[in-house]
């Protein structure tokens, strides 16, 4: 395995402040690995990234990028990594098709590869139709898909992304996390990214960090982290509010709204809840198993 | 390791810097009839009508004028692109790309300084025919004129890169515009002013590019000129080194 960043005892304090933003983290991120970043607001993860792309200089400890100390060669990594920031106002005087074709052409691309890549990703991430649109008059979504196609442009072989699926609809959410899989399955491409898009972020995530406090409260795949939580089947059940279900012996409901419970089983018990069940009276019953959020919920409380 | 992006020759990257800076003409066209061309042919007007028939005075407004237009509408605009870039995170962006700060630095100003060149014909036309001061332009002003931009252009950088915000860019950078301006023999004739006044002005670098924009609009070009060139040149070379130092790209 080759490792793409390894991260050493790392610590960032902003001045004036006495609480640390990043707490002697140490981690390893595989090259051609998606790797996710959970956590609260303020827990620390923007300025992990930053610190990951050479904009903040870490307050003691090491980043390596590739072997290479990202303090002392940041010319290196400007040619190996696609940051796209949580902000969405970085290129906001070009029209679309502008900032994506300068971005390729910076990255070191031809005239001609970079008017390709420019024409490809912006069909890839379907904001060809706003091509000749100004950045500034686009709405929150078309900006964010717009930085996607920008950090992407030119192909670099990391990217680090600062909640790619922030201000898109769900239809988008669920094509950016297939564009990145693709990326990452077709070219081998590293991915660092924030999100708190927990739910549909398990399907392309392959190892994750929960960040508290500047710290990891856990790290790892999710499926080993899930492991290590307890093995709880989750049933959300609705029934009309005045004739609520009988449950099996010892199953105690968490009432959600009138009419909603929620059920925590272990998995002998499921069988047993639906062998009791009246179905006829249930409106709705969804069992599921732990998810990327239920670590997150977990891990961050 | 998986190979890496090419870094593209510096030509390459000032000119890629450059259209993108110069795509500014979107928004700063406003304020570049304003306060480039009305302001200054304003300005004109009413210091003009003051100056009555006295042909230096008529030719200190004029110029004057043009130094307005030329350099303060820089000023601010490179200010608040400045802050702009900073608050929005286009300075971070342009500094996870292989690219040189300096020529980011550089293609900014450059690109202001193209996107003023209406505003200085303008005032300069429209000028002349108001004040009917004859022009006579000399070659040395393909030299002088980029000289007046660029260190007012390396102020409105340095404010906007040190300020909190686009707003305070455009206080600050208005602050400064008035007191350059208005603290040396500019829009008025020397013997206008107070002594102290022009003990102020051999600090300020208007001044002396009011000085080489009289000598190389209206004439004569005298031995002053030079002096103005490298006082102009040194104050560039300050700003814009200033400008590189801080420029907010790999933080502590």
């Known amino acids: 395995m080759t490792v793409a960043y390894r991260v050493e005892n790392l610590v960032k304090r902003y001045p004036r402040q006495d609480v640390l933003a990043v707490d002697g983290m140490s981690f390893e991120i595989a090259e051609g690995e998606i790797f996710g970043l959970l956590g609260d607001n303020g827990a620390g993860k923007t300025t992990l990234v930053r610190q990951l792309v050479g904009l903040l200089r870490p307050t003691s400890g090491r980043i390596e990028l590739f072997g290479r100390d990202v303090v002392e060669y940041t010319g ?23 900032a994506v074709y300068f971005s390729a052409h910076l ?9 390709r890549e420019r024409d490809e ?25 717009l930085q996607l196609a920008v950090a992407t442009a030119g192909r670099a072989p990391v990217l680090i992304l600062d909640e790619p699926t922030n201000d898109l609809d769900p239809v988008n959410k669920k094509h950016v996390w297939e564009v990145l899989r693709g990326f990452n399955q077709g070219r081998g491409t590293t991915i660092v990214l924030v999100t708190h898009d927990a739910v549909e972020a398990e399907k392309a995530i392959q190892r994750v ?42 199953v105690v409901p968490q009432e959600r709204s009138a009419g909603t419970w929620l059920l925590m089983l272990d998995r002998d018990e499921a069988g047993e809840l639906l062998g009791k069940l009246d179905l006829r009276k249930i409106t709705d019953i969804r069992m599921t198993s732990t998810t990327l959020e239920d670590l997150y919920l977990h891990y961050a409380s | 390791m998986p190979p890496s992006l090419q870094r593209p020759r510096p030509h390459i990257q000032f000119t890629d810097l450059f259209l993108i800076q110069l795509s500014n003409f979107r928004w700063s066209w406003r304020g570049q009839v304003v306060t ?5 042919v304003l300005a004109t007007a009413a210091l003009g009508a003051f100056a009555g028939r006295d042909q230096q005075s008529l030719t200190y407004v004029l110029c004057g004028s043009i130094v307005l237009s030329l350099m303060f509408q820089n000023q601010n605009n490179v200010a608040a692109n400045f802050g702009y870039m900073k608050a929005m995170g286009t ?19 450059l690109a202001f300084f193209v996107l003023s060149i209406p505003s200085l014909v303008v005032t300069a036309l429209v000028g002349t025919m108001i004040l009917g001061v004859p022009l006579s332009i ?30 305070e860019a455009g206080t600050v950078s208005m602050l400064i515009t008035l007191l350059l301006l208005f603290m040396g023999p500019v829009v008025l004739p020397p013997d206008r002013l107070p002594d102290w006044m022009i003990g102020v002005s051999h600090v300020s670098p208007t001044s002396y590019a009011a000085s080489a924009i009289r000598q190389v609009v209206i004439g004569p070009v005298t031995g002053q000129v030079w002096l103005d060139v490298a006082v102009l040149a040194l104050v560039t070379v300050v ?5 590189g130092h801080k420029l907010p790209w790999h933080q502590k």
């Open chain 2, 239 to 243: 700003t814009l080194w200033g400008v």
């Open chain 2, 138 to 167: 000399s070659p040395l002003a393909l030299l002088v004129v980029p000289l007046c931009v660029l260190p007012m252009a390396g102020i409105g950088a340095l404010i906007g890169i040190t300020v909190r915000s686009p707003a």
């Open chain 1, 209 to 250: 960090g929960i960040v508290q406090r500047g710290r990891f409260t856990a790290l790892g795949t999710p499926a080993r982290l899930k492991a290590e939580i307890a093995q709880k089947l989750k049933v959300h059940l609705a029934f009309p509010p005045d004739d609520p279900p009988e449950l099996p012996y010892g």
């Open chain 2, 91 to 109: 300075l971070d962006f342009f500094a996870t790309l292989p690219v040189y700060r300096s020529l980011v630095v550089l293609a900014t100003v």
């Open chain 2, 36 to 40: 480039g061309m009305l302001a200054p």
């Open chain 1, 107 to 115: 990255r070191g691309m031809s005239r001609g590869d970079a008017r």
């Open chain 1, 121 to 145: 990703l912006l069909e890839l991430w379907r904001i060809a139709e706003i091509r000749d649109k100004v950045s500034t008059n686009l709405s929150g979504g078309q900006s964010r898909l």
């Open chain 1, 76 to 98: 290196f990594v400007s040619t190996m990594i696609g940051y796209m920031p949580q902000s969405t106002a970085a290129l906001n005087r070009l029209t679309v098709g502008e």
